[in-house]
């Protein structure tokens, strides 16, 4: 709660450059799957992408990472395809003791085996392993969050899961949602709203409530911004504010309502960026935020490698010395990942309210 009310101090001085909430780590840019949506990775993109570092250098990533920042997200690619992903997760927890871990995943691997094998030779072995650690995985994290769009294995086959692994995919999550309380982790579905996974969203809604299961909506981005198609249908804005009037009623969905407001109105946010920095797997961190440094321009970019420095504040130090401070006026992007905690900055009632609730607006964006 300190650092949140210390950003409120920041933001009455117009200070954009706030202190970060948690950190996302990429642990790898490979990944198995391919999704139609992914503007960052996939399997198409294996070959061109920063190699998965090596047990060591992770660690001391998150070493530096948590000389400054106490909550952790692992994300991909697809976390799972690290063979060391168990090992890092327990240095995470035991040894560097973030007071809270969140994992991302596409979730094939998680449980089972894939019903088909997946192409490269150096994959499969990688599958293997992964598979064999992956309740090693469980037991470490608060929050395990899983991509599924649909219940529908052709909707998946169209934007995201292949039908070999459709079904895989979905009875992995039911078995995934069974041990929550006994490994003491909450399960997240996150769904991505395209115009073809809109039609089973309400079905996918009732999964969650009959599983036990939070879930959380993004619609599709494309640039950074809501999909055209998906902001001028009227069925868009019907899920919308159905999710807002099923929140009401105390439907664990994630997401405040100041965010769905915003994708009603598609109205700007004042975005502080640095509230969730970006680590790529070979340490670069990312300043102000993964959007501008995929720009490439002067405002952002790959400021400082971790690798390289001693301590989070050196590293915070020598991106702001390089990139300056964070934009005061940007509207470049809706991107859930960074308006959401910019928006429960910005309002602290509602933070507040979504807090009691025991849902934790902080930390609400996956990816
Ligand atoms: S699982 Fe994630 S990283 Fe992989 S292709 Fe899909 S969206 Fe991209
Ligand atoms: S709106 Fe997007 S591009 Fe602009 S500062 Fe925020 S995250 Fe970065």
Known sequence: MLPYLQNLLRMTRGDFTLAPRLAVYYVTMQCNLNCAYCEDFGARRNHQVTPTPRLEDAKRILRVIRSGVDRLWLTGGEPLLVSHLAELLAYARNELKFREISL??????????????????????????????????????????VSLDSLEPQTLNQVSVPDAYANTVIENVRAAATLQKEHHFKLILNAVITPETLPGLDALLA?????????????????????????????????????????KQGAPILGSLSYFKMLLD???????????????????????????????????????????????????????????????????????CYAEPSLMQAHPFEYLTEKFRGMDPGTYAPG
């Not at 072995?125 to 608060?142: A, C, G, I």
């Not at 009959?210 to 959380?216: G, K, L």
């Not at 952002?300 to 420095?309: I, M, P, S, Y």
Request: aromatic residues 10%; charged residues 25%.
């Open 104 to 145: 991302i995943t596409n979730g094939v691997l998680l449980f089972r085996k894939p019903t088909t094998e997946i192409t490269e030779d150096t994959e499969k072995s990688r599958l293997k392993t992964s598979v064999d650690s992956v309740f090693s995985v469980v037991k470490h994290v608060d929050r395990l969050i």
């Open 207 to 247: 999964f969650c409530a009959e599983n036990h299961i939070r879930i959380s909506f993004s619609p599709q981005s494309v640039n950074n911004l809501p999909r055209y198609e998906l902001v001028t249908s009227a069925e868009y804005r019907a899920f919308i504010e159905k999710l807002v009037a099923l929140k």
């Open 266 to 336: 598609q109205t700007p946010y004042e975005c502080y960026p640095t509230l969730i920095p970006r680590i790529l797997p070979d340490g670069w961190l990312t300043y102000p935020c993964r959007p501008m440094e995929k720009a490439g321009g002067e405002q952002g970019g790959r400021a400082v490698n971790l690798l390289n420095v001693q301590s989070w504040d050196e590293a915070w130090r020598m991106a702001a010395k390089t990139y300056g401070d964070a934009p005061t006026s940007c509207v470049s992007c809706f991107q859930q």
